[in-house]
């Protein structure tokens, strides 16, 4: 069992992570470019982790259809990565 811990941020954090505001934060996730967030009972949280990943790929000079992708990818591991949870 790996015993790593996941670190999760709040908006207004995932947003100074880019140096954006509000709406152009959401419309970047609404466009597939940023990651959704994550449901935690009312709250909604971004794992670091893939904050961390589009970043670099932003910083390496990703196209917005290089991050599409990298987004799809990040959100299908979350659904592999809670069905091996659950097993």
Request: hydrophobic share 45%; proline share 3%.
């Amino acid at each position: 069992m790996s015993t790593a811990r996941l670190s999760f941020a709040g908006e207004a954090d995932a947003r100074a992570i880019f140096d954006i505001g509000k709406s152009t934060f959401r419309q970047r996730i609404a466009d597939g470019l940023l990651p959704g967030p994550v449901k935690f009972g009312a709250r909604s949280l971004w794992p670091r982790h893939e904050l961390d990943a589009v970043a670099g790929a932003v910083i390496g000079g990703a196209s917005d259809d290089d991050l599409r992708a990298l987004v799809a990818q990040l959100v299908e591991a979350r659904k592999t990565n809670a069905t091996r949870a659950a097993a």
